[in-house]
């Protein structure tokens, strides 16, 4: 590649870099004042949950139009320079129901409502969100939250961090870099991740729909960017839950350990649905052997399988995921320790949770993206 050609690829990258980066203030059009930013929810046929937040955005721009560079520029700076309010009132609207809940000292607001009217039987929903104080009329906006199609068979709970995305990517910065600088030829998912959610996704029968949910130690200000990188790479849509501030207390400066914050978020999802069982993946290089299995002993029966990628590389890390895959299996689960996703394929095949054809599937992805790299 020429040195001009590398050059324009490097600047097309760029400029959709920025588009991306700029894109969470682009609702207001460019007016600024107050806004409300909502992240995908996730609900049930009689509860809903989601996050957002509430900010204060600078007022410039707006004359220029909307697919030109500098607008862009002009909304990134605007990102960087608008600030969280602070007990905002925010009211959420869904059907017959509505509730409203405050913003915190970062000016998040988490919702967690019962329905009065079911949703109907599609994967996902809207829902009204405005300002009861300060007033806004212009903040209003729309939210949406996902509900499991009917014939959903079970659910997936996925750490992306060193499980989807690679060690050291679930940074703005990194992500950015890999994404868009570096090209399409640089990894950010790991090899075989996307054929492997599909399968998950599709279940054995190739027509379950079953539920992906990410969870995530990323910080709230990378959540546009994951989204565009599950996009990009064809990862099953769903809920993201960004851990950094799930834990918060009333009252308290900081938030809990993020241990305590994976096992939070994924006994909320179980909660959510009791009826469901539940797929958990993720990876050795911190805490989700030990969180999952802590998982399966709380909640027997509703976890199917484990599924732990070897990232550690150390001799006394495996023997304790090994000491910890004895006590599941103890529990009526398998906890299965994998090097990629063709392993993590053939167990779930065995176990009946995705067709015997996916595994070929994960396998020639995993082999594709391999021969890529090399």
Not at 310 to 336: F, K, P, Y
Request: hydrophobic share 40%; net charge positive.
């Amino acid at each position: 590649m020429s040195f001009t050609s590398r050059l324009h690829r490097y600047a097309r990258s760029l400029r959709r870099g920025i588009h991306i980066l700029a894109a969470p203030v682009k609702g207001d059009n460019g007016r600024g004042g107050l806004f409300i930013q909502a992240y995908r929810g996730y609900g049930s046929r009689s509860r809903v949950f989601l996050i957002g937040r509430v900010f204060r955005q600078p007022h410039f721009g707006a004359s220029w139009r909307e697919d030109r560079l500098r607008r862009d520029i002009i909304d990134l700076i605007r990102r960087l320079l608008r600030k969280p309010i602070v007990g905002a009132r925010v009211r959420i609207r869904y059907k017959d129901t509505n509730t409203v809940v405050q913003t915190d000292r970062h000016g998040y607001f988490r919702v967690d409502m019962e329905l009065g009217t079911m949703p109907s039987d599609v994967a996902w929903h809207e829902m009204e969100l405005s300002l009861d104080s300060p007033v806004d009329e212009r903040a209003a906006t729309t939210g949406e939250f996902f509900t499991p199609l009917p014939g959903a068979r079970y659910g997936v709970i996925s750490d992306i961090d060193d499980t989807v995305v690679y060690t050291g990517v679930a940074n703005t910065a990194m992500m950015m870099c890999r994404l868009f600088a570096q090209g399409a030829e640089s990894r950010v998912v790991f090899p075989g991740v996307p054929a492997l959610y599909q399968a998950f996704h599709a279940g054995r029968d190739n027509d379950e729909g079953n539920p992906l949910f990410y969870v995530s130690r990323a910080p709230w200000s990378i959540y546009q960017v994951l989204v565009e990188v599950f996009r990009r790479n064809r990862l099953p849509h769903g809920p993201i839950l960004i851990l950094r501030e799930w834990g918060m207390k009333r009252g308290s400066l900081l938030p809990r350990r993020a241990k305590a914050h994976k096992q939070d978020a994924i006994r909320h999802i179980l909660e959510t649905y009791p009826d469901m069982q539940f797929v958990l993946v993720g990876d050795s290089g911190q805490r989700d052997p030990e969180i999952y299995n802590h998982i399966l002993r709380e909640h027997p029966g509703r976890v199917l399988g484990i599924y732990i990628r070897d990232v550690s590389n150390t001799v006394e890390r495996s023997e304790a995921i090994d000491r910890l895959a004895r006590e599941a299996q103890e529990a009526g689960c398998d906890l299965i320790l994998a090097a990629d996703n063709v392993a993590m394929a053939e167990h779930a095949a065995s176990e009946g949770l995705i067709a015997d054809a996916a595994v070929n599937a994960v396998r020639e992805e995993q082999h594709r993206d391999d021969r890529d790299n090399d």
